[in-house]
């Protein structure tokens, strides 16, 4: 099983970012997928997640309004846009897949089986 994030970068407060999650060896229709983040210094946090059915998404407070998870079944891949971006964002993110996550479980990180390597964001104020 391999997930591999990608598209983040530097940017300036308020700009937007897209990042990918591609996945292979793993059906990905069937898992529940999440991003986590973490920053220099502190413990990885929950950012947002959608079920395998697309039925539920949290979102941490922090990005709830800012942030949009989704997902593309047909090309195996998890997308999170992220716009209105603060400094405060500034964190490697992380995406994860779970095969059995409970709806109360997706914000935890040891509900997921999988992760990622994990993909830089920046923001300049």
């Known amino acids: 099983v391999q997930l591999q994030a990608s598209g983040g970068g530097l940017v300036q407060t308020g700009d937007s970012l897209r990042l990918s999650c591609t996945t292979s060896?793993?059906?990905?229709?069937?898992?529940?997928m999440g991003w986590f983040r973490q920053a220099p210094g502190k413990e990885r946090e929950f950012v947002a997640a959608?079920?395998?059915?697309?039925?539920?998404?949290p979102y941490a407070d922090s990005v709830k309004g800012r942030f949009a998870i989704s997902r593309d079944n047909a090309k195996n891949t998890l997308y999170l846009q992220m716009n209105s971006l603060k400094p405060e964002d500034t964190a490697v993110y992380y995406c994860?897949?779970?095969?059995?996550?409970?709806?109360?479980?997706?914000?935890?990180?040891?509900?997921?089986?999988?992760w990622g390597q994990g993909t830089q964001v920046t923001v300049s104020s």
């Open positions: 994860a897949a779970g095969r059995r996550v409970i709806t109360s479980s997706m914000g935890t990180a040891q509900a997921y089986d999988y």
């Open positions: 959608i079920k395998w059915s697309g039925d539920s998404k």
């Open positions: 060896g793993l059906t990905f229709r069937s898992y529940t």
